[in-house]
């Protein structure tokens, strides 16, 4: 009943923490907007290549400028040529620059790697970063779901709990963390995070979803039904609720009410839900 919530909380983690980036000194407000318009998901490739030509020249007239450097690298990882981005931010250290742009240089470099699966890299550039600017939650961020990826559970959670101590209000934190604890085994410590992001943001379906289903492995069908009610409550056609909340009715042997749930996950065109109403329902 895990419902691919480790492929959700990587992805969230990489969103969460990769930066715009644009020209180095830009405000962040700058930056953001600069990216918005460079990097819309509908703009043509060949932009991306006109971009990508405009950077080359300028590194060739300013070579030892890294800011050219990190804004070709960012339109590569657009195109998704990441050996080209890391050679990019590579470049950048190689210059030797001042620490906090050398500590987001390796930092960019490892998101890079874990694109490409190469976790061991990831983490050694993150700890390269962290050691240069130790106050940046992303940083831990970027170690924490390398080790996850490689097994080192224990280690990841003493990153994302770094990274909750220095971002206390951030309610995703927690839950990454509260994940990696499930892949662990402590699903009593997954739902305890879970529970701490909820009581920071009340009214996310997710973590209400995702508590459910924890709640659901370790036989707790009446909190999971509650926390997944209360998901359907918040946002009525929500992907999936309706039929895991079915296979917890149906677990208690509640099978009229699972059948509701089901014929309400048909109509929302869950497949899933289709299989055991047909063979379940009829």
């Not at 030509?53 to 050219?68: G, M, R």
């Not at 924490?144 to 224990?154: G, H, M, R, T, V």
């Not at 929500?238 to 699972?258: F, W």
């Amino acid at each position: 009943m895990r419902l691919h919530k480790r492929r959700f909380f990587k992805v969230l983690v990489l969103m969460l923490f990769i930066l715009p980036f644009g020209v180095l000194g830009q405000s962040e407000d700058n930056v953001s907007e600069i990216n918005k318009q460079v990097f819309d998901e509908d703009q043509e490739v060949n932009l991306f290549d006109s971009m990508i030509t405009e950077y080359t020249k300028a590194i060739e007239l300013s070579p030892d400028d890294p800011s050219p450097y990190f804004d070709r690298a960012f339109v590569k990882r657009r195109k998704e040529d990441y050996y080209g981005a890391i050679a990019d931010m590579t470049a950048v250290i190689n210059l030797n620059p001042v620490d906090s742009i050398a500590a987001l240089a390796y930092h960019s470099r490892g998101l890079f790697k874990v694109k490409l699966k190469d976790y061991s890299g990831a983490i050694e550039d993150a700890t390269k970063a962290i050691n240069l600017k130790p106050n940046d939650a992303s940083y831990y961020s970027v170690r924490a779901i390398s080790k996850q990826e490689l097994k080192d559970f224990y280690g990841a959670i003493a990153d994302m709990t770094k990274v909750i101590e220095l971002n206390p209000n951030d309610a995703s934190n927690y839950v990454v963390r509260g994940n990696i604890k499930n892949d662990l085994g402590d699903t009593s410590g997954n739902i305890s995070d879970i529970t701490k992001a909820i009581g920071l943001d009340p009214n996310n379906p997710y973590y209400y979803y995702i508590r459910g289903v924890s709640k659901g492995q370790i036989k707790d069908y009446y909190g999971g039904i509650a926390d997944l009610t209360k998901t359907i409550d918040i946002s009525p056609n929500y992907d999936g609720a309706y039929y895991v909340r079915g296979l917890m009715k149906l677990s208690h042997g509640n099978s009229t009410e699972a059948c509701i749930d089901f014929k309400k996950g048909v109509e929302l065109g869950d497949e899933k839900a289709r299989e055991l109403f047909e063979s379940e329902c009829n």
